[in-house]
């Protein structure tokens, strides 16, 4: 009788099954809603802070000397007297982005959110005693941005985790490891962010990579933890910068200082898939603050990586890197601010596009929504150019003066786009309407 019922509502479309009855080896996604609304999004603020932020040296500095203990000193000292996280989600969202994600706990293993698990966190082990991603969470959510968590999968500071090719050396006892304990920790604090903070966009993992040397594949229990993401929060994302295809219980897939496609960083040899894209990239060289690090990019090849980005069906993650003290570089700022400028003339060509209908050519790219095709040129030296393009246009106009741009089809496929002497701006957008 009961087989009948549940056969008659699946049926009539009606799930009968709620979270905790379905089947444990069941792989679970995000829910479609939020996936969209991620790949809406289009730009991102990803954060770099934590105890590592005071030695001005970026968040692998454990990894290059320091004894743990040394190390760990660090958090007697952190005092950031100027965070203020309303101002921190003005700043980016004033920028044009859309979600931050942010470090709630690195590879060195500090928790910058209070953990019942490890007395390493912000609020038990600092004078500040404040747990900033709290606070963060709670201006987000008075702001409308989303949060996103990252989240190391290694630790340089726990005896527990099965120490891998990184993080040697530094006064830990990887006699002591203990992959279930561990495994266990992972996902008591993964839980704590999930009951108490609030609706959270995703959670990044990172850190995969440390063992992909081993001689016996390391097993990392992903499923069952991405499951147990899911269960807690259907709607929120999984993301792994393991920079590998794509794992079941994925939902989106990153690429590290690289756009989609590209590698030149090396870490992007896998496959594009299906999933919404998303490119993480620093705003000088280095993702956690560096004091000599003023090597920042120019606001005209960061607005670019954004439309790149978005042409290619992706999102930018842009780093900023805040400093001891809390607050965000005027360098990363100035640049924030330009950005956000630029948006508010031709976010509409960005956000909600996806991919473009052609690959990137050399004079720039394209993105698409609905029947509105947006051509982003870059590169406007030459007075015409060639869309290798199957749609048929059937308005061309200047984006966003709405002069009308002249074009012609080519016998032997696509349409010349005739943009004339075009004025020196970042990306000189045309709109097409399409059939
Ligand atoms: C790398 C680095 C890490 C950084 C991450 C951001 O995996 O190890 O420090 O957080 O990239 O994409």
């Known amino acids: ?15 009968p099954l709620k979270a905790a009855e379905i089947p444990a080896d069941t792989v679970l996604y995000a829910t479609p809603e939020s996936v969209n609304e991620f790949r809406d999004a289009a730009f991102g603020i990803f954060i770099h802070w934590g105890i590592y932020s005071i030695f001005g040296q970026g968040e692998w500095y454990l990894n290059y000397g320091p004894q743990r203990e040394e190390y760990a000193k660090a958090a007697s000292a952190f005092y950031p ?14 920028a044009g982005a859309k979600y931050i994600t942010i470090t709630t706990r690195h590879h060195d ?6 953990t019942e698990y490890s007395p390493y966190n912000i609020v038990d082990a600092t004078p500040f005693g404040r747990d900033i991603i709290k606070e963060l969470a709670d201006e987000c959510e008075k702001q409308g941005m989303r949060l996103h968590f990252y989240y190391s999968h290694v630790d340089w500071m726990r005896d527990d985790y099965p120490m891998g090719r990184t993080g040697h050396d530094n006064g830990k006892k990887p006699e002591n490891a203990d992959w ?14 999930l009951t108490k903070y609030g609706k959270v966009g995703a959670i990044w993992f990172d850190g995969k990579w440390d063992h992909d040397e081993d001689t016996i594949p390391f097993n990392w229990q992903l499923e069952q933890q991405y499951n147990m993401i899911h269960r807690l929060q259907p709607d929120c994302l999984v993301a792994n910068n393991h920079h590998e295809d794509v794992y079941p219980g ?119 929504k609905g029947n509105k095709l947006y051509v982003h040129v870059f590169d406007t030296a030459n007075p015409v150019i060639y869309l290798p393009l199957t749609a048929k246009i059937k308005k061309a106009r200047t984006f966003p003066d709405a002069d009308a741009v002249k074009f012609t089809k080519m016998s032997s496929g696509g349409y010349c786009l005739e943009i004339g002497k075009c004025p020196n701006v970042i990306d000189y957008v045309v709109e097409l309407e399409t059939e």
């Open 1 to 15: 009788m009961k087989k009948l019922v549940l056969a008659l509502l699946t049926l009539l479309g009606i799930s």
């Open 81 to 94: 007297a100027n965070f203020n996280a309303a101002q921190w989600v003005k700043s980016f969202k004033d």
């Open 109 to 114: 293993g500090f928790s910058m959110f209070h």
């Open 180 to 193: 279930p304990q561990y495994y266990r920790f992972m996902n008591n604090q993964l839980t704590e962010l």
């Open 250 to 368: 994925e939902d989106i897939q990153i690429f590290e200082r690289d756009l989609p496609g590209e590698n030149t960083a090396g870490y992007s040899e896998q496959a594009i898939s299906s999933l919404p894209l998303e490119t993480c990239q620093t705003m000088n060289g280095m993702w956690g603050y560096k004091i000599v690090d003023k090597n920042y990019k120019s606001v005209p090849v960061l607005i670019k990586m954004l439309v790149e980005a978005a042409g290619r069906g992706g999102n930018l993650l842009l780093n900023v890197g805040p400093q001891p003290d809390g607050s965000i570089p005027a360098d990363a700022l100035e640049r924030l601010s330009a950005i956000g400028d630029w948006l508010k003339i031709y976010g509409e060509t960005v956000y909600s596009t996806r991919r473009g209908d052609f690959p990137p050519q050399a004079w720039g790219t394209s993105t698409r």
